[in-house]
């Protein structure tokens, strides 16, 4: 049984007047010891050895040991602490520190106005539990840590750090207003269950140099920086967790590579997942909305793995730009203000099974001919401008994609190259298929019905080549201008009225089955040849040329010219 031990100022029977002079006897007898602290306030550096029990004699809050200079507490063996105020505001000292053994911290309130508020050292193991800790950090280097149900707030550094090999668990606590981080794991381990962080400076919660960290059912809110960051090879989980307001959902970066399940980001201030500088990691069921700016970003060789995931709301959906890579896979893209999928800049990325809705653009692809895209089983559903759109030296192929209602299915520009297999464009009010500039569109058993426009075309000196391609009720089924060219092979056009195809004589049509007219367009009047005509010149015998001409015909020493101009008539081509 403890020995028990009677702290008063105010003397008694069997009393000390002081807690190191009950310390003192404590640790002369050698026995484990508990020491009941009457209510005060005692001005002492408490060094506690052996196994000792200190005890708000009438609860917490009633006794308040402090040290404006030196630490408070200093532990050396199986130390527990309830129900006690301590006070330090020495920063350049541990104001509560673990030496040797253990420190249990029980319903304690610990105030370090600057510096270390608790320090567990390598090889201990500290526990802090219902309690608060005001100002300071606490730090476990080379130790155990266990937190359950606490407060820590207005950190001015972080609140929490597991450093040096430490491995620490927070359960059920809060965390708020910590100028720098709420939680920070350096080459250590940490699990964070059921806790709140809110308000901190910097990211709310950030593992870092081949750290460990784990975050179960946590809320994340108000951060002015990153909600949750994984750095420097760090590796751990996410699961069931929800960041709200924060500038970035969850940032991963330089080789970090955590996977994250079940969790929310919500109204982001830039993006809800960010994955960059060869960052990693995997994220599964989990949904992203409002983000102000992009809801998933990889970028500068970052290469995430999303599944199952849902974007709703804000600007952009998935955005991979500048070098970055990702797969993306069962994902669901709505109602956002921008575009739904964007790749850009050398960036590569593969959908498959993706449903995009109600969004004014669908994908878009523009940089070089390291920009690639691909798209497996996709939907774009009400997309107010295009579904596909690439542009640049980009390479995209779509397939099993469906575009149903808006302005245009699937277009290719600049020198970019689509190809398309296996797709179906529905109810569109612009056109189906385009290719534009120089783009090169090749497509393979495609179906488009009802549009109000085109089926496909090609403008500029674009080229279109579609086999086994179906037409049907389009206002034209092909056209193509200007310089454009190509071929449609083994295509049907269907529908009671309309132009099968609308040509320039740069296609070729190969076994065409439709009842509809093909049409060659009406060649432009060619601009009639200048005529210069000098009469009775004095000094040259001939014609005089202010400037460039072209197609001239020619006559001089005549007093009457005629010109003659032959235009070939219209035709149509079978």
């Avoid at 290469?303 to 797969?327: F, H, K, Q, W, Y």
């Amino acid at each position: 049984m403890a020995a028990r031990y009677l702290v008063s100022p105010r003397g008694g029977r069997r009393a000390y007047p002081d807690i190191t002079s009950a310390l003192r006897a404590a640790e002369a007898r050698g026995r484990a010891a508990l020491i009941e602290i009457a209510p005060g306030h005692y001005e002492e550096a408490l060094t506690v050895r052996g196994e000792i029990r200190l005890a708000a004699a009438e609860g917490p809050g009633s006794v308040l040991v402090s040290r404006p200079r030196g630490a408070v507490l200093d532990a050396f063996g199986a130390v527990s602490v309830h129900g006690l105020t301590l006070a330090g505001r020495d920063a350049g000292v541990d104001i509560v520190g673990c030496h040797t053994g253990t420190l249990t911290l029980d319903r304690t309130e610990i105030r370090a106005h600057d510096g270390v508020a608790v320090h567990g050292r390598p090889h201990t193991s500290v526990t802090l539990r219902d309690s608060v800790v005001l100002y300071g950090r606490t730090v476990f280097t080379g130790s155990s840590g266990l937190i359950e149900r606490c407060r820590f707030t207005d950190a001015a550094n972080n609140a929490i750090a597991a450093i040096e090999g430490a491995r620490v668990t927070v359960r059920g606590s809060r965390i708020e207003g910590s100028r720098i981080h709420g939680l920070r794991v350096c080459d250590a381990q940490a699990e964070i269950v059921g806790c709140e962080v809110t308000g901190t400076g910097q990211a709310a919660v950030v593992a870092d140099t081949r750290g460990e960290l784990a975050v179960t059912e946590c809320a994340i809110s108000a951060t002015h920086a990153e909600g949750i960051l994984f750095i420097e090879q760090s590796r751990g989980s996410v699961d069931r967790t929800t960041v709200t307001d924060a500038l970035h959902g969850i940032v991963t970066k330089s080789g970090a590579g955590p996977v994250v399940r079940g969790s929310v980001f919500a109204d982001c201030r830039d993006t809800g997942i960010n994955v960059q500088d060869a960052g990693l990691g995997t994220f599964e069921h989990c949904r992203v909305t409002h983000a102000r700016n992009v809801a998933v970003f990889s970028t500068k060789g970052g290469a995430p793995e999303v599944r199952d995931c849902l974007v709703s709301g804000g600007n952009v959906g998935i955005a991979v730009t500048e070098g970055g890579r990702g797969r993306f896979t069962r994902i669901g893209v709505e109602d956002l203000a921008g575009t739904a999928l964007r790749v850009y800049d050398e960036a590569s990325a593969a959908f498959e099974d993706v449903r995009v809705e109600r969004c004014p653009a669908g994908l878009e692809a523009r940089g070089n001919g390291g920009t690639t895209a691909e798209v497996t089983g996709a939907v774009f559903r009400d997309i107010s401008l295009g579904a596909v759109a690439i542009d640049g030296q980009s390479r995209v192929t779509l397939r099993n994609v469906t575009a149903e209602r808006g302005v245009m299915g699937f277009a290719v520009s600049g020198e970019a190259m689509l190809q398309v297999t296996d797709s179906d464009v529905t109810g569109v009010s612009g056109g189906g298929f385009a290719a534009l500039g120089s783009g090169r569109l090749v497509a393979r058993n495609i179906t488009v019905t009802g549009s109000e426009g085109l089926g496909a075309f090609g403008t500029g000196s674009a080229y279109v080549d579609i086999t086994d391609g179906t037409f049907t009720d389009c206002a034209v089924a092909a056209s193509f201008d200007e310089k454009a060219a190509g071929r449609l092979v083994d295509c049907v056009v269907n529908g009671t009225g309309g132009v099968a195809v609308r040509h320039n004589g740069l296609v070729d049509l190969v076994s065409l089955r439709t009842s509809l007219p093909v049409v060659r367009h009406k060649e432009k009047p060619a601009a009639p040849p200048q005529i210069v005509q000098v009469l009775n010149n004095p000094v040259f015998n001939g014609p005089v040329f202010n400037g460039p001409v072209h197609d001239v015909q020619l006559a001089w020493n005549n007093g009457h010219v005629v010109q003659q101009q032959q235009t070939e008539g219209d035709g149509t081509h079978p």
